[in-house]
């Protein structure tokens, strides 16, 4: 259990790492970089316009002590840095200054991609001072509305990832509304589905509990009060939810509202891709860079 990034930090292996990014000519991706590069034992590809990348650096006084590969337009760039990935040369892919489609599109190529057997999902990581751990939110930035079928892979992908993290058994509560299950909402007919598979080992090294509401999973105290037996609730490592609104909302409230700190990351691929909001500041995409790295 990580209580906060720091103590994430303190873990990181040293097995050296390599970092591709595509589109590198953006001094915030440059500064997140160069600054991640320092603490963890990191190397890095920069894929995009040299000319823009090194004066960037030069006037930002950001020293570059990776490969620069030159590449003139946001498809090169991502069809290039795709490839890095593909044979082998990093553990990670970044976005930079490169449009999510424009990236995406060489990713789940079918010939030349790196997209896994699964589905990719998002996964965004936070430190508040609300919770006593960090807490893992998904999805709630890749797929709008999850079929069933989509949300067995959402799970899949997130407690693989926790295990590289070091969990065992990552706790995750499947949020809906309500901890009953009715068929006048849906989702609480998934979760209770999950939470059967869960029992059944059939999502992988997890422990899975649902239909539960948000105060039941991170709140001890509320499932006392409410009579739920719970191995999980006050406890919980991830939120599954039900929707791409219910997470993005959830984490940007977090973030806005409670001073959560936030790394995030797209799960499913052959490599974690670090893909940040466009509103993501230098401290959002060093976070991310860490996260994705660490548990490779």
Known sequence: ???????????TNNIPKTLVVAAAHDIHTLRAVNAASKELKMQYILVGRQNDIQTLSEKAGIPISGEIIDEPDEASCARRAVSLI??????ALMKGLIETGTLLKEVLDTKNGIKGSGTLSHLAVLETP????????TDGGMIPAPTFEQKVEIVKNTAGFYNKMGYKKPKIAALCAS???SPKIP???????????????????CLLEGPLSFDLAINKKSAETKGITSQISGE?????VP???TGNVLAKGLIYWAGAKMAG???????????????????????????????E
């Open 86 to 91: 593909r044979n082998g040369s990093g553990n």
């Open 187 to 205: 989702e609480t007919i998934d979760a209770a589905e999950l939470q059967a598979k869960s029992e059944r080992g059939e999502l992988g090294r």
């Open 1 to 11: 259990m990580f209580k906060n990034f720091n103590d994430l930090n303190k873990k």
């Open 265 to 295: 990351c797209i799960l499913g691929a052959k490599t974690p891709i670090i893909l940040t909001s466009r509103g993501a500041g230098t401290e959002e995409k060093i976070l991310s860079i860490k996260l994705c790295l660490f548990s």
């Open 179 to 181: 901890e009953a299950v």
């Open 243 to 245: 929707g791409i609104t």
């Open 236 to 240: 919980a490592d991830i939120l599954l």
């Open 130 to 137: 609300a919770y006593h751990k960090l807490i893992g939110i």
